[in-house]
């Protein structure tokens, strides 16, 4: 078997994470700010959820230093799953915060009140999106080079406040227009609704990615065309499996070569193939069984 880490280049991803945390406590200022000044509980359910943010970012590095350090005797296989607990974690702070803002808007819905100062708190929310969508976009650009699923889930999480401070800021602003102050409360439930859907798309990929989910279609089709492009050299496969683990992909196969042919043929052909599939796969871990071709299922 040969083995290989992602080469990423630039910035690690810990550096991204500590962008995260800096972003949100930033956040947190102007947003708790924001709702000091206009007593909006739909500004304040927008500060609960950067609130979120922030513990979800912490959790997402110290889930990115496990998930670099290199196998040990207990883990031989690395600890990249670790990232996948930041992802199920950020998901259900999104659910506790979502049942808090539920909380807060419900006795403000019976109970409706003006909001004040409306351009300093405008303000200061509409910088606060700014920062948190900078911040995402960054992040999901970190997640793609460097195949992290916990930036991944940090990025999407902060695009999910991002379009949530845009729903309160539209209804603060029908607020404004219409003077029914029962639209702030409303604007706040739809925000918890819509952030618990978010949270329950980040719990259910990272359940799959601990119960070891395939790679992406995308992915394994790559894999199987390099696999169809060795059958020039005679040889052939079959019994491909594949499984995610953070940014590592593992790949079994059989690679079925003709049984006239020597172990040291034989072996240096699998090498051409598993570094052929590490190439093209990023984190991709590749292990070929050699079997003769006559052994071929359903041969």
């Known amino acids: 078997m040969t083995e290989t880490m992602p080469s990423t280049g630039g910035r690690s991803a810990h550096h991204y994470a500590w962008l995260?945390?800096?972003?949100?406590?930033?956040?947190?200022?102007?947003?708790?700010?924001?709702w000091w000044v206009t007593g909006s509980v739909g500004l304040l359910s927008d500060a609960l959820e950067s609130v979120v943010n922030l513990a979800g970012a912490g959790f997402a590095l110290w889930m990115l230093l496990?998930?670099?350090?290199?196998?040990?005797?207990?883990?031989?296989?690395?600890?990249?799953?670790?990232?996948?607990?930041?992802?199920?974690?950020?998901?259900?702070?999104?659910?506790?915060?979502?049942l808090a803002i539920a909380a807060t808007a419900i006795p403000r819905l019976l109970n409706p009140q003006p909001i004040?100062?409306?351009?300093?708190?405008?303000?200061?929310?509409?910088?606060?999106?700014?920062?948190?969508f900078a911040t995402a976009q960054t992040l999901f650009r970190a997640a793609?080079?460097?195949?992290?699923?916990?930036?991944e889930a940090d990025a999407r999480h902060l695009m999910t406040d991002v379009w949530t401070t845009v729903g309160v800021l539209a209804g603060i602003g029908m607020v404004a227009l219409t003077g029914w102050h029962w639209l702030d409360p409303v604007i706040a439930l739809?925000?918890?609704?819509?952030?618990?859907?978010?949270?329950?798309?980040?719990m259910q990929g990272a359940v799959g990615g601990l119960m070891d989910e395939a790679m992406d279609p995308?992915?394994?089709a790559l894999a199987v065309s390099i696999l169809d492009g060795f059958g020039t050299r005679g040889a052939q496969w079959q019994n491909l499996r594949t499984r995610r683990a953070g940014r590592e992909r593992f790949l079994h196969l059989d690679l079925l070569v003709p049984p006239d042919w020597t172990v040291d043929h034989a072996h240096h052909l699998a090498d051409e193939v598993e570094a052929a599939i590490m190439a093209a796969i990023p984190g991709a871990h590749v292990t070929t069984h050699v079997e003769p071709l006559h052994l071929k299922a359903g041969h």
């Open 20 to 34: 995260s945390i800096a972003a949100a406590i930033a956040t947190i200022s102007l947003k708790l700010g924001a």
């Open 218 to 220: 995308q992915e394994q």
């Open 144 to 151: 793609r080079r460097l195949h992290s699923v916990a930036l």
């Open 66 to 98: 496990i998930a670099s350090t290199p196998p040990d005797d207990k883990h031989p296989w690395g600890h990249s799953k670790a990232e996948y607990f930041s992802s199920g974690f950020e998901g259900t702070l999104i659910f506790i915060a979502s």
């Open 116 to 132: 004040g100062s409306l351009d300093i708190g405008l303000a200061l929310s509409v910088l606060s999106t700014l920062i948190n």
């Open 190 to 202: 739809l925000v918890a609704g819509h952030i618990l859907k978010e949270g329950a798309h980040l």
